[in-house]
């Protein structure tokens, strides 16, 4: 039937329920909540899936292991040996920046900011800490009691507090010693019979060193048995080694020996300076100094002993324990002289021939 809009009587009116519809395919009012509440759900979903995925983003960023660097020093004289420790990290599988991180931290020859940066190290919860030279491993072992340590010291571990035992660290705390403090009196002699003529040596250390009283007690036994006297110069800025070298002029020293201080390390271009303006025989701790115009260096080589510390630090990032590796300790020592020019017990860097072993 034809309604007089043209419209078919069959067809249902606006507001009324299409027969046509099956009753089952009709939404109810219960089905349109039910679908907003999957769609909700489909859009939680969403929501959780991505923010597992940046947490899973996060979490494979932080798996890169950090090593916190503590030197004593200051970065550009200790130049030199970073690659060292880059290179024993990369012969266990670490490269800086690529599988590995290592945030630097330098006391610059200011030993009383190690503890603060140490503990801002163990602060940040570094995997493992490189503690170079004994002012910043006795930092680093008062700063944390868990994170591991590897130190590269010239003294004994165990006489400072730092291990139990050199076969068995014990602890959280391992690493390579020079045994630089152990030689010192080695050194006096070699300087002895380097200049026999001489009635008196002396000997400059840093006051603030933590072995300093050990360092003099040892040199001095040796000057008693070589029969000479010793002068103790005290020196640990600029100002004071020029002060020291000064007074070697008015004592009538004969010689002189540098304690092995990473201060001294760093200043190394001073020391040598004056030691040629003073024309003054001088024995040094490492061999870096005869390489830049020294006259004569016994010790271990430095930069081996970081490579080795390095090693440590990967096997420890592998998964071993500081107490059950064992404190590494040299077996080669370096005697390194300049040879005599002009009669002359010390030559300029720029002009004077190569050192021999």
């Known amino acids: ?196 003529q001489t009635e008196a040596i002396a000997l400059l250390v840093n006051p603030n060193f933590p072995q300093t009283e050990r360092i003099i007690g040892d040199v001095q036994e040796a000057a008693r048995t070589k029969n000479v006297r010793l002068d103790i110069l005290k020196a640990s800025t600029e100002s004071e080694i020029d002060a020291a070298f000064a007074s070697l002029v008015q004592l009538h020293t004969g010689a002189l020996m540098v304690s092995n201080d990473p201060v001294f390390f760093d200043q190394r271009d001073q020391l040598l300076t004056l030691a040629s303006r003073h024309v003054v025989p001088t024995i040094y701790a490492w061999r870096e100094f005869t390489e830049a115009g020294g006259l004569i260096s016994y010790g271990t080589n430095r930069t081996s002993s970081y490579r080795l510390a390095a090693i440590y630090v990967g096997k420890i990032l592998k998964g071993a324990k500081p107490a059950e590796l064992p404190v590494m300790q040299p077996t080669t020592f370096e005697l390194v002289v300049r040879p005599r020019r002009n009669s002359a017990l010390w030559c300029p860097p720029q002009s004077s021939p190569a050192p021999t072993r």
Not at 24 to 34: A, G, I, M, N, V
Not at 36 to 51: I, S
Not at 61 to 87: C, D, N, Y
Not at 105 to 113: G, I, L, P
């Open 1 to 196: 039937m034809l309604l007089p809009s043209g419209r078919n009587s069959e067809e249902p009116r606006w507001g009324e329920p299409d027969e046509t519809i099956q009753p089952e395919e009709r939404l109810r009012p219960l089905d349109r909540e039910r679908g907003a509440r999957m769609r909700r759900r489909e859009v939680l979903l969403l929501l959780a899936t991505g923010m597992m995925g940046a947490r899973a983003v996060r979490a494979q960023q932080k798996a890169m292991p950090v090593i916190g660097f503590l030197a004593s020093t200051s970065p550009r004289p200790a130049e030199p040996s970073v690659p060292a420790f880059r290179e024993g990290l990369s012969e266990t599988g670490y490269v800086e920046g690529q599988n590995v991180a290592i945030e630097y931290r330098w006391a610059e020859e200011r030993y009383d900011r190690l503890p603060a940066l140490a503990a801002d190290l163990a602060g940040r919860h570094v995997d493992v800490i490189a503690a170079i030279a004994i002012p910043a491993a006795l930092a680093a072992k008062n700063a944390t009691a868990t994170i591991p340590i590897v130190f590269a010291i010239g003294v004994d571990p165990v006489e400072v507090g730092l291990v139990t035992s050199l076969a068995r660290p014990g602890g959280n705390v391992t690493g390579v010693t020079f045994m630089n403090v152990e030689l010192m009196a080695k050194r006096l002699e070699l300087l002895s019979e380097l200049v026999p």
